[in-house]
């Protein structure tokens, strides 16, 4: 059986109806991209300004004790 070959538009566009919101789960427009609207870019926004997200590493905070000085 022969496959459909598929331009890269194509292919590009039906990727981005599986993705979803990282926020709420739903569809994203193309104005907000990834987000499904600007409520959800800002809610992510706020998560990474309060620390809710972070990226871990084994780097001790500056004011930690047990840093040498």
Same mark, same amino acid.
Do not use: H
């Given at each position: 059986?022969?496959? =459909?070959?598929?331009?890269? $538009?194509?292919? +590009?566009? +039906? !990727? #981005? +109806? /599986? /993705? /979803? &919101? *990282?926020? &709420? %789960? !739903? ?5 907000? #991209? $990834?987000? &499904?609207?600007? +409520? ?6 706020? !998560?990474?300004? @309060?620390?809710?997200? !972070?990226? *871990? @590493? =084994? ?6 004790? %047990?840093?040498?000085?």
């Amino acid at each position: 059986m022969a496959e =459909k070959l598929v331009s890269f $538009p194509e292919a +590009r566009a +039906r !990727r #981005a +109806r /599986k /993705k /979803k &919101c *990282p926020v &709420c %789960g !739903r569809p994203p427009l193309q104005a907000n #991209a $990834p987000f &499904c609207s600007k +409520r959800c870019a800002d809610e992510d926004l706020r !998560r990474w300004l @309060t620390g809710e997200y !972070r990226i *871990p @590493t =084994k780097e001790l905070p500056a004011d930690e004790p %047990g840093e040498e000085s």
